[in-house]
């Protein structure tokens, strides 16, 4: 019983982490962006295309914990989240323009 709460405390802590993450982003990037040359519609893609790969990768994850198991895949998604994220950090250093809107689509 107690392994079953401290594996839900630590989904749920990280699930807390992974949203904090976007939620602290949508503070300061449109201005950051908008220094960089983006227009205002180029930072509402680069935030709609994170649900829209959620939307899109959704099928694919559940595909994949049937034939995989729940634990590795959503491990495997909490790696991937972590090192999109380090890497989105990097576009701050990218050149203006199509450059850093490039990068930020792509991360």
Sequence with gaps: ???????????NL?????????SILAAFFPQEAKAKGATD??????????ACVIFVASPL???????HGKSYVYIAGVVIVSLSTIS??????????????????LM
């Excluded at 019983?1 to 989904?11: A, D, E, P, V, W």
């Excluded at 982490?17 to 976007?22: L, N, R």
């Excluded at 994850?61 to 034939?67: G, P």
């Excluded at 989105?88 to 930020?104: H, K």
């Design 61 to 67: 994850a559940a595909r994949l914990m049937s034939r």
């Design 88 to 105: 989105f950090a990097v576009a701050d250093a990218l050149p203006a323009g199509w450059p850093f809107t490039g990068w930020c689509l």
């Design 14 to 22: 990280t699930n807390l982490g992974c949203h904090s993450v976007f």
């Design 41 to 50: 519609e180029m930072v509402g893609l680069i935030f709609a295309s994170f």
């Design 1 to 11: 019983r107690s392994n079953k709460m401290l594996l839900l405390l630590t989904i």
